[in-house]
């Protein structure tokens, strides 16, 4: 009988057929790191003289929403982040504009996802019908997966895009479920921004500046966690 390959051996075989996915994960797990030190060094170099366009003019609003989405799509800044920057220099009015470049980066991100990850879930379980068969059972509900991911902040925004490509869960699940998953920690750290009494607080804290906010961003987690879990656990 010919012996099943390992787990590990199948991904050094899908390496050397698909390595624009693993560079892709790689980009994925640095680059927001490497964005954030350099907007957090350039910004605070004189911050107290920057001016800021008007949050209400057009042009304002159509090159903030699609520069923050090409940012977050291509994993260049941390989203987390850019919500604290947002809140602390444009307040709420911006907010709803924030939302917007969520769900294009959201786009953006899941469209890249689908052209480096084809077929790539089917090769990988290829010789574990069991995964297959669950991913295959859970299907119709992975707008619950979506959803949990999102919530959680312990799963980078660009990874996860990714990770639902992989998974094929759809566009549409990805914008509605993914809007209403990352909304609670987008306020948290946008309303952190907000309240600040500086652009150097803001990014200092991160979103972390009080018992509270460190409480909630638990909860957050836990829930995560939870229902990923109860996501895999439970029947179809």
């Known amino acids: 009988m010919k012996k099943k390959p390992t787990f590990f051996k199948r991904i050094q075989d899908i390496y050397h057929t698909k390595p624009d996915f693993f560079w892709s994960v790689a980009w994925v797990a640095l680059m927001p790191s490497v964005g954030s030190l350099i907007s957090i060094r350039y910004l605070l170099s004189n911050y ?6 008007w949050v209400d003019s057009p042009f304002f609003i159509f090159t903030f929403t699609l520069l923050a989405a090409i940012f977050m799509g291509f ?3 941390p989203t987390t982040l850019l919500a ?3 809140g602390s220099i444009w307040g709420w009015q911006a907010f709803p504009y924030l939302v917007a470049a969520y769900t294009l980066a959201s786009v953006l991100g899941y469209l890249l996802g689908k052209t480096i990850s084809a077929d790539l879930l ?3 379980l290829g010789q574990y019908p069991k995964a297959q068969k669950v991913v295959a059972e859970k299907q119709n509900r992975m707008g619950n997966l979506i959803f949990f991911i999102r919530i959680s902040p312990a799963i980078p925004f660009a ?13 549409q699940k990805v914008i509605w479920f993914g809007l ?5 920690r987008t306020t948290l750290a946008f309303s952190s921004g907000v309240f600040a009494e500086s652009l150097y607080n803001a990014i200092k804290n991160r979103g972390m500046d009080s018992t509270m906010d460190l409480l909630l961003l638990f909860t ?4 995560g966690i939870l229902g990923i879990w109860h996501f895999f656990r439970s029947k179809s």
């Open 48 to 53: 107290e003289d920057w001016s800021y366009p």
């Open 75 to 77: 994993a260049l800044i």
């Open 84 to 86: 604290v920057l947002t």
């Open 122 to 124: 089917e090769t990988l």
């Open 159 to 171: 990874f996860s895009n990714i990770l639902f490509a992989l998974l094929s869960t759809g566009l």
């Open 180 to 184: 209403w998953g990352m909304l609670p």
């Open 220 to 223: 957050f987690l836990l829930i």
